[in-house]
């Protein structure tokens, strides 16, 4: 769903209502790989016009199917997300007060703003790097398999602490063995 400028700049007084179902699956799918299914995303909100800019506030409710990180196998993960975004032209951009930051701010490049592109972009960043099943979260184990296994980095470092201290210097076995001579 896309505005032009021109139709936004009619709702100065009153805030444009947004209620919108999205079918955003093909075009993520096509972004970003990992992804194996996408919900229809349902959006609510509001997007009001103001003389320094377009302020747009919307929560978007979706479910994301992503495989497992630690199987692979696929995982749906339900997301409810509050956006807000602020537009400006390029002509806004320049005239902006100092108390607002760069990075808050999306300078328009053609006179719309999309909706679509906006749901597409936050529903991307807010995909958890770390994905689990039920059973996963469940179970402590870790995966494993013939000559490899998974283990935490807690396991690792004492394995490590382990092997140095039990691992022996060849040229000081020749004094452990009288010290074990002392010692009986």
């Known amino acids: 769903m896309k505005w032009s400028l021109l139709e936004l700049n009619k709702h100065r007084e009153v805030p444009l209502e947004i209620t919108e179902e ?3 699956k093909q ?3 096509a972004r970003d790989n ?3 299914d996408v919900s229809p995303a349902k959006v609510n909100g509001i997007l009001t016009v103001e003389k320094n800019g377009y302020l747009l506030h919307y929560n978007l409710s979706v479910v994301v199917t992503v495989p497992s990180s630690r199987s692979l196998t696929p995982v749906a993960v339900p997301m409810e997300l509050s956006v807000d975004e ?3 032209t390029e002509e806004q951009f320049r005239g902006k007060d100092e108390l607002i930051s760069d990075e808050e701010i999306i300078v328009l490049e053609k006179p719309t703003i999309d909706l679509t592109e906006s749901v597409e972009d936050n529903i991307l960043l807010a995909i958890p790097l770390q994905v689990l ?3 996963e979260q469940q179970n402590s184990d870790l995966p494993k398999g013939a000559d490899w296994e998974v283990i935490s980095e807690d396991d690792y470092y004492e ?3 382990k092997e140095a201290t039990e691992t022996l210097d060849p040229r000081l076995a020749k004094l452990s063995e009288l010290l074990k001579d002392d010692t009986e």
Do not use: A, G, P
């Open 27 to 29: 075009t993520l799918m």
């Open 159 to 161: 394995k490590r602490e």
């Open 22 to 24: 999205l079918d955003v």
């Open 133 to 135: 099943s039920e059973e």
């Open 86 to 88: 602020v537009f400006m």
């Open 34 to 36: 990992q992804i194996l």
